[in-house]
């Protein structure tokens, strides 16, 4: 299979041509504001290669768009919030835990209705159809075009929150519907949260693949397109309008499963030297650790799967204090080519150290000369404590481990480490995260409670409905593998309750891929 | 009655609250997040809560002791709202027919520690400077009240739904503790609950005197070091006579539930000091008991408190993970749990440890801490 992978950075535009396991082709390109010149560009340059031309299978797109959009309050929509489960937790209304900026913004109507489930699957009260109703006219004689339904336990049984929308399309046809049961996790103001935020970008979603999809087809290019998710796996563009907050993140996780590719290994640390961080990671068969806890989005909690990453002020275009030697947080960024000593400028950089002591050969070397040899060493002595201090503080075992640097930066990574195995570079290192778009893998997962069953019995259960999951999601079911399995069992409830949460990943199937054009 | 003086509790008191009152969970009781969101909308209505000293108390006025009972995860979904605590305590008084003065919560460790904030604002009357454990405990029956011998009834339990059930006598704490439980889970595994009513004299003899101001000295010395870039955990054992155990790397967590609790165990790897060395932690809901290289070196009633390295922030055994930099710290019991009787319901025998009680605080303890 022939796939490229765009990853949608905020300095760079990177794409790379994978046939099979191996990069045919790579480019590096600015990005610009409207996203998709950038993307044309990086694609004319890479079918401007004779070796890249022919036909291609797919093409998978890593961008922090959407994040970007909640983050900077741009391009949002209001929406009206409906939250079931009168009368329990009617005190704490959707939007209760928002940034006020935000929430006035987006919040177009809220409505509470009865209904929700217990633990046990019971209703709390029988679902109040009719009050939906009204609250579907309201809607309609509102003019609001997006809605958010959540619903008490609905990750148990999202039967609550799929008659809501029934009445929704009934009613107004043209709105369109976030179920919160969709994106998760149990936790109600999260996955609400989560529902709320996912509503509020289904225009710019809708605009944005349209966008992607032009590119792609003035690129001549004849495929179709997916969009990576958090956790380093793909969907296909029509999932990506339908649920936009998948994307968030994904652009540091694509960058250590690029690594992973490239290294061919599955269980090792990873960091990511960019411009202005660099970003610390562990794979974990293939994949990212993930963060276990609640995540702040624009200052919204969410229980989004993300990578547990740590990121620290240190990269090619970070300052060294000429006196202490210290090197970061503060970096010169994109004007690296002007500031940094080697490049003509005055500032005396990470990336002027490192050339002053022959790790790097760009710009003028000459320039570096005046720069003290002691200064040189301990400020390559800080980059280094920095690296081992955070490398070690993102291990959960005290052997050493091997570590992948990858990222433009990667030459401050020096060849040994305190608590490091071996330092793995590979080629095509800079276009790492471009990598692991085109690499990406079709995932499924499920977080459920079971009752009265054996654990063995349970996570059998959870991995038969995450399997399914990314089957519908386009996986190859041959090609499955188990990413995660986490049990969790609850405190004070009966029945031996345990909560399961599992993930599973396989390889996209040709054929699905190809009915996605269609 | 006489006019004890009254303090009006800030918001900026109850953000503290909620920090301080995760760290005396000791692990448990789930997180104080909800509660401190009703408790925002509540001020921000202008609702004000006003904390009054147990020692205020007339012997005879009647107190409110309340509590959120049900599984920490259940509660992740129906979200606590401060009206369903408020209408369990009127429910005593309309079954005893009187009106409470003040009311105070059973614990004040965990979410627990804005339960009686929530419902005094709506009922208008203060919060008593107390509760029964100083920290958090899985059960009701491991309370001051029940170490002093005190009525275990009525219990009220409410369910917005609509469903109100009254616990109006049982022979024992232990009964309560069975009793309620039941009651319960039937009401999908959440219930606000008002305990046995307490006198003023029972709240002096026999309250943990002055936790709330502790929970919000705590919660404010973290806050306040975690804006000012300095050490937190520092400042909190320096200001409450704490004794550091142990820094270091979550690197083992096992977890399992056996008669509704969950039981399991963390091992923390050694780091900076530490390095080398290896503290395991037992855990019922709460941490119980710390062992290092086999010997039991804290346990309950003292408290174990697990925090994050860094931020002096409170780990929960529901969230330990693998990979956090953890400091264990222990703090000291309050003595009614460290009497001999109150030892038989709060000791490490009570969760099923064949140990001496031996505090961290004592001289005889070992000197490997």
Not at chain 1, 42 to 53: E, I, M, Q, T, V
Not at chain 1, 481 to 501: C, F, H, Q
């Amino acid at each position: 299979m022939r796939r490229i992978g765009i990853d949608v950075g905020g300095t760079n535009t990177d794409a790379v041509l994978l046939d099979g396991d191996r990069v045919i082709f790579a480019v590096k390109r600015p990005t610009t504001l409207d996203v998709t010149s950038g993307i044309l560009d990086a694609l004319k340059a890479l079918r401007a290669d004779p070796a890249a031309r022919g036909p291609v299978d797919s093409v998978v797109i890593g961008t922090t768009h959407f994040i970007n959009a909640v983050v900077q309050r741009r391009h949002l929509m209001k929406v009206a919030a409906i939250r079931i489960g009168m009368p329990v937790s009617a005190s704490l209304p959707p939007f209760c835990d928002w940034p006020k900026d935000l929430a006035e913004r987006v919040h177009g109507e809220t409505f509470m209705l009865e209904g929700g489930h217990d633990y046990d699957g019971r209703p709390i009260m029988p679902f109040d159809t009719a009050g939906m109703r009204t609250a579907a006219r309201r809607i309609r004689d509102l003019g609001l075009r997006s809605v958010a339904v959540s619903s008490i336990f609905s990750p148990l049984d999202p039967g609550c929150e799929v008659a809501a929308r029934d009445i929704l399309q009934e009613i107004c046809p043209d709105v369109a519907v976030t179920m919160s049961h969709d994106l998760g996790r149990i936790g109600l103001l999260e996955r609400e949260n989560a529902a709320l935020l996912n509503a509020m970008l289904h225009d710019l979603a809708v605009e944005t693949v349209a966008a992607f999809r032009k590119a792609i087809a003035e690129s001549g290019i004849d495929a179709p397109l997916f969009l990576t998710q958090n956790d380093g796996t793909v969907m296909q563009a029509e999932t990506a309008i339908a649920f936009p907050v998948m994307s968030f993140a994904s652009g540091a996780t694509n960058s250590m499963r690029g690594a992973a590719h490239l290294s061919g290994r599955e269980d090792a640390m990873v960091v990511d030297v960019g411009g202005t961080t660099s970003d610390i990671g562990q794979l974990r068969h293939g994949f990212p650790r993930e963060a276990n806890a609640v995540v702040e989005v624009g200052g919204v909690r969410t229980l989004f799967r993300m990578p547990d990453l740590l990121s620290i002020g240190l990269g090619g275009g970070s300052h060294v204090d000429a006196v202490s030697a210290k090197v970061g947080p503060l970096s010169v960024g994109y004007r690296l080519t002007e500031d940094a000593m080697v490049f003509g400028g005055t500032q005396l950089t990470a990336t002027d150290i490192a050339v002053a002591a022959g790790l790097l050969d760009i710009g003028d070397r000459s320039r570096t000369t005046s720069i003290p040899k002691d200064l040189i060493a301990a400020a390559l002595a800080d980059a280094r404590r920095l690296l081992e201090e955070n490398i070690d503080r993102m291990k959960t075992e005290a052997a050493d481990a091997p570590l992948i640097a990858v990222g433009g930066g990667a030459f401050l990574v020096p060849e040994q480490l305190a608590g490091v195995s071996e330092t793995i570079r590979v080629p095509f290192g800079d276009c790492a995260n471009a990598v692991g778009a085109a690499i990406a893998r079709v995932s499924g997962e499920a977080d459920q409670v079971f009752r009265d069953l054996s654990r063995d019995d349970a996570i059998a259960a959870a991995l038969q409905i995450a399997e399914r999951k990314a089957v519908t999601a386009g996986a190859d079911p041959a090609s499955l593998k188990t990413i995660e399995v986490e049990d969790m069992p609850i405190a004070y409830l009966p029945g031996n309750s345990l909560r399961v949460r599992v993930r599973v990943a396989g390889a996209l199937d040709r054929t699905v891929a190809k009915r996605e054009v269609a | 009655m006489s006019a004890a003086p009254l303090t009006e509790i800030t918001l900026e008191d109850i953000e503290s609250l909620a920090v301080g009152a995760w760290i005396l969970g000791t692990g448990g009781g789930g997180s104080p997040y909800l509660g401190l969101l009703n408790l925002r909308q509540l001020y921000a209505q202008g609702h004000r809560v006003q904390l009054m000293s147990p020692l205020d108390l007339d012997d005879d006025d009647h107190v409110a002791v309340v509590s959120n009972m049900g599984a920490p995860l259940v509660g992740q979904e129906r979200l606590a709202d401060s009206r369903n605590i408020a209408r369990a305590v009127e429910m005593q008084q309309e079954f005893g027919g009187f009106k409470f003065r003040a009311v105070m919560s059973v614990e004040i460790g965990g979410g627990n520690g804005t339960q009686a904030l929530m419902a005094a604002a709506h009922l208008g009357i203060p919060v008593v400077d107390a509760d029964c454990m100083g920290r958090a405990f899985p059960e009701a029956q491991m309370t001051s009240v029940a170490i002093g011998g005190l009525q275990p009834y009525p219990c009220t339990l409410y369910d917005p739904r609509g469903i109100e059930a009254i616990v109006t006598k049982v022979p024992s704490w232990k009964w309560m503790e069975r009793a309620s439980r039941k009651i319960c889970v039937e009401m999908g595994s959440i219930a606000s609950t008002c305990k046995a009513p307490r006198t003023g004299r029972e709240v002096k003899d026999w309250g943990i005197h002055f936790t709330t101001t502790a929970a919000i000295r705590i919660g404010g010395l973290v806050r306040e070091a975690n804006r000012l870039h300095t050490d937190p955990i520092a400042a909190l054992l320096a200001s409450e006579g704490g004794k550091r155990l142990f820094t270091g790397k979550v690197v083992d967590v096992a977890r399992r539930t056996t008669e509704g609790f969950l039981r399991g165990s963390i091992a923390v790897e050694g780091i900076d000091a530490d390095r080398g060395s290896r503290l395991d932690l037992s855990f019922q809901n709460e941490w119980i008991v710390a062992w290092r290289e086999g010997e039991a070196v804290a346990m309950c009633p003292d408290l174990i408190c697990v925090l994050e390295t860094l931020s002096g922030h409170a780990v929960g055994t529901e969230t330990v993970r693998y990979g956090q930099r953890v400091t264990v710290v222990a703090l000291k019991a309050p003595a009614v749990l460290t009497s001999p009787r109150g030892l038989e319901f709060v000791g490490p025998r009570a969760f099923g440890y064949d140990l001496d009680f031996l505090s961290v605080f004592d001289e005889r303890a070992g000197a490997g801490v």
